[in-house]
């Protein structure tokens, strides 16, 4: 299995002000950690840039202009509580788009092929018309829509682990039928508020909201019983992961206590899943993860997971 790599140094230019926690070292942290000998095999790409066409997939078009809008020419700009924008970050968030199009394109054109997007920022919290959560655009739901439009794919699934629920990528997924989401959080009224076990969309929205303080044990058993054959039942043709590492045990932004080994272990899952169902097509991009060395280390740990496939 090539694993693939898809970037962009632009994405070092979205700045959210000082002592915001969503800062340029997390992804300077990650690809660090990605030029070790381990990670030769690692096939290195430039994200292209996302289109407007590309952006209407998942958000209206008020929305869209807005954004264009509030890019300042110099300071930082707030879009909502925690949510702000820089010169550098609308440019910053197309890479991120373009960069998960990139990979769909990639996987579902090359055999044997997955592929990590290491971006910001984030995604999951964008909703179709509103900005939160430090996200702009709705990086994975967009490529979901993206893989279907070119590829005319008719199952698609994407599980998200960050310890945040994806308000955003449910709220696009909950009335497509053929789309699956999936998602472990730590239980509202944490942020954002939703993921309630009784959102479930038409049937294709699995929320699995985790208790605080919860741990391996807890998590573990979510996937084992609910994630995974939810999964396997719904035999998707792409799977892409939204791989948030803020569930760590050292991440002061939450409390759930998971470690290195929690994401070793879910990672080699998800492949060997994908391997089963969808001849290994999966795309995983990461979401948050705000302590920088755990960061780090579970970044390194699921990259390797899928180089191992």
């Not at 997007?117 to 829509?145: K, Q, T």
């Not at 939703?194 to 959102?199: L, R, V, Y």
């Not at 699995?208 to 019983?225: D, H, Y």
Request: glycine share 8%; hydrophobic share 40%; net charge negative.
């Amino acid at each position: 299995m090539a694993t693939h790599l898809f970037t962009h140094r632009d994405c070092l230019f979205h700045d959210a002000g000082p002592g915001h926690p969503e800062k340029a070292d997390r992804l300077r942290m990650v690809l660090n950690r990605l030029e070790g000998e381990a990670f030769s095999g690692l096939v290195e790409h430039n994200a292209s840039k996302a289109s407007r066409k590309i952006l209407e997939l998942a958000h209206t078009d008020k929305y869209l202009d807005s954004i264009d809008a509030s890019v300042p020419k110099s300071g930082i700009v707030q879009l909502d509580p925690d949510t702000f924008m820089s010169p550098g970050s609308k440019d910053a968030a197309l890479r991120a788009v373009g960069a998960v199009c990139d990979a769909v394109d990639l996987v579902l054109t090359e055999k044997e092929t997955n592929a990590f997007c290491a971006i910001r920022p984030p995604g999951h919290h964008a909703e179709p018309d509103v900005a939160m959560g430090f996200c702009l655009y709705s990086n994975v739901a967009i490529g979901a829509l993206y893989a279907r439009e070119k590829f005319r794919l008719q199952k698609i699934a994407v599980v998200d682990f960050d310890v945040h629920h994806g308000n955003g990528t449910q709220a696009v997924f909950e009335s497509e039928e053929n789309f699956l989401y999936i998602s472990t959080h730590q239980e509202a009224p944490f942020y954002p508020g939703t993921g309630h076990a009784s959102e479930t969309g038409k049937g294709n929205i699995l929320n699995i909201p985790l208790p605080s303080g919860a741990g391996s044990g807890e998590f573990k058993k979510a996937m084992t019983e609910q994630v995974f054959p939810a999964l396997q039942a719904f035999r998707p043709e792409l799977i892409f992961i939204s791989a948030g590492f803020d569930a760590h045990v050292k991440d002061e932004r939450a409390n759930m206590n998971l470690t290195e080994a929690d994401y070793d272990w879910v990672s080699k899952h998800l492949v060997q899943i994908a391997a089963q169902c969808c001849d290994g097509r999966l795309v995983s991009v990461l979401e948050g993860g705000y302590d920088l060395v755990a960061l780090a280390d579970c970044a390194e740990i699921h990259v390797k997971a899928l180089l191992e496939a």
